[in-house]
């Protein structure tokens, strides 16, 4: 039984079937960069157990890809031009500003949402309600969002790293504007939480934006970048609860959040008209699969022998069903190591656990901040409305002005541990090295990603204090401006701390970055999520006093992994075959 290929280049003149009859979808033809044949071979047992070998011995199959020389294409996202790589950094931005404000513009309304939407919810005439119970709810409310963050990156990253960033990224944009479209219209507490989580989920930004600022910037250059990615959430996280607080008190809280969607739509029009692939995996191969496409026309016109009707050489079906069974056991393995490449990455990697860590315990607290913050403003200080979203910028603040310290060190810091190395190796090198002479280049010393760590360092030492400084002034009811420098205290230690640690995971995990950060995030957004839930138990047990003298002796009993990486990652990354050796 034979089956002929159609001749016509139409797509919508082949017959369905014939979509499984494509030249690169028969037995194994190989094509060049060029577009051209290398060789056609038969389907065999040999050949079978050749290319499962092959494929056991590659972690990353992306068919060769990676040996292609990629470096002086137009199309490498590093080779665009300045100017609109700064341009798609300005959007990344602008959507981190959306998601931030999304997801922080609700967090002072949350005891008044909460019980808005519980008809029997505790009042003042009504002691047999616990109290706690509204104020369980609010807290799950608050960090619920990252407990859907923590299960979207599992999703996003593989297939960010098997179908490109760009449709991830528009596919998950939309997700989100759909889940905080069913989060306005919520009318019930157990609704509110789970479209909030949903939308939680569908948060592409936090994995995607390091690994596109990655894909465009060299190592040296990625530092200012990256600051100005995590400022548009400062932003955001500033003028957030200002903003909801005081559009609450006027028209409801419906309408912050159908504000928030609002501003997810015009991001993604944006995204959709200027936004470009940056993953080099998936621009090369679509470039190969173009190429192909044509050479297999230009093949098909020539054939010469066992051919059928208009020149074109029969499939037989038993070939048709081999190439269709190859083609989905292909598809279906790249989809399922794709999706498992996360954990693999972040469990073959101790040193990426270690970091996972300390970064979301240090991210925890801004949640443990946005959950006492308001009673403590209530209680001690008698603010309300729009006045108690205004006193969230303290943290924004210093979260400001440590995200300006990365931009105008992390670069320089870098390049001054790289060349003080260079000279030091060119020093040892010195008296008998045949390298000295004039005529002979240099060494090149290699560029450790440990280099964007030593600011890491000062933010994971400082964060005991501040976090501590944070529970005695409230417990002393010291002036709110102590407060105010409290938080700010915290917010500026904790981007000292993940901003060069983010950097530091893209630099090391190269091709796999998006993977890596997800081990990060995934840690990040789970003790985002739980760690605040025990804040309450604290405080009642113990006042805030000690009770955040808890969390500052947690902290210091981790900061000490960012000394130990940075003495020690370059070593402990050669345990990991997705590490790039630096």
């Given amino acids: 039984m034979t089956r002929t290929r159609q001749t016509s280049t139409s797509d919508e003149s082949r017959p369905l079937l014939s979509y499984y009859d494509e030249t690169e979808e028969l037995p194994p033809q190989r094509y060049g960069t060029d577009g051209t044949v290398h060789a056609t071979t038969a389907p065999t047992a040999d050949n079978d157990n050749n290319n499962n070998n092959n494929n056991n011995n590659n972690n990353n199959d992306d068919d060769g890809l990676q040996d292609i020389n990629f470096d002086d294409d137009p199309d490498n996202p590093q080779n665009w031009p300045t100017p609109f790589k700064w341009s798609v950094v300005a959007l990344l931005a602008m959507t981190a500003f959306s998601v931030t404000f999304n997801c922080i513009s609700l967090v002072p309304l949350a005891p008044s949402i909460v019980r808005s939407l519980t008809p029997t919810g505790p009042t003042p005439t009504d002691p047999s309600t616990p109290p706690s119970s509204v104020k369980s709810a609010s807290v799950l409310l608050v960090t619920i969002w990252e407990l859907g963050e923590a299960a979207g990156p599992l999703l996003i990253a593989p297939l960010s790293e098997l179908f490109g960033r760009y449709p991830t990224l528009n596919f998950f944009n939309i997700l989100l504007i759909f889940f905080t479209i069913l989060t306005a219209t919520a009318t019930s507490v157990p609704t509110l939480i789970l479209s909030r989580c949903l939308t939680g989920l569908a948060v592409a930004s936090n994995v995607l934006n390091p690994a596109i600022v990655g894909d465009m910037f060299p190592s040296d250059q990625r530092g200012s970048a990256m600051s100005m990615v995590f400022v548009a959430p400062l932003v955001g996280g500033a003028i957030g609860p200002a903003i909801a607080s005081a559009v609450a008190d006027s028209v409801g809280w419906r309408n912050v959040v159908w504000g928030a969607a609002a501003l997810s739509t015009v991001c993604e029009v944006f995204f959709l008209c200027l936004f470009k692939e940056t993953y080099k995996v998936a621009i090369v191969r679509r470039r190969l699969k173009e190429k192909s496409r044509v050479a297999d026309r230009a093949n098909a016109l020539t054939m010469g022998g066992g051919t059928g009707r208009r020149g074109h050489k029969r499939t037989t079906y038993s070939e048709m069903t081999w190439s269709v069974g190859s083609k989905r056991e292909a598809w279906g393995k790249k989809l399922r ?93 010195e008296p008998c090295s045949p390298f000295t002479s004039d005529d002979s280049p240099p060494p090149q010393h290699e560029e450790k990603p440990e280099y964007r760590l030593p600011l890491t360092i000062l933010g994971a030492f400082s964060m005991p204090f501040a976090i501590t400084f944070y529970g005695l002034v409230a417990h002393l009811s010291l002036p709110l401006p102590f407060l105010l420098l409290a938080c700010a205290m915290i917010g500026a230690n904790a981007m000292l701390t993940l901003i060069p640690l983010m950097a530091y995971v893209v630099d090391a995990f190269g091709l796999f970055s998006a993977s890596a950060m997800t081990g990060v995030i995934v840690s990040r957004c789970l003790v985002g999520t739980f760690l605040p839930l025990t804040t309450a138990p604290l405080v009642d047990r113990f006042g805030y006093g000690w009770g955040f003298m808890v969390f500052g002796a947690m902290s210091m009993a981790l900061a000490p992994i960012s000394v130990v990486v940075y003495r020690y990652g370059e070593r402990w990354r050669g345990f990991c075959k997705y590490s790039r050796g630096e």
């Fill in 337 to 429: 190591d794709s999706v498992l490449r996360p954990f693999l990455v972040v469990f073959g990697s101790g040193l990426l656990m270690a970091l996972s860590l300390l970064g979301s315990v240090t991210f925890s607290f801004f949640y443990v901040i946005s959950v006492t913050l308001p009673e403590i403003l209530e209680d001690n200080y008698g603010l309300s409305g729009a006045v108690k979203g205004l006193c969230f910028m303290g943290f924004t603040v210093g979260s400001f002005l440590a995200v300006l310290t990365c931009n105008a060190f992390l670069d320089r810091i870098y390049m001054a541990l790289r060349d003080r190395d260079r000279d030091a190796a060119l020093h040892v090198l």
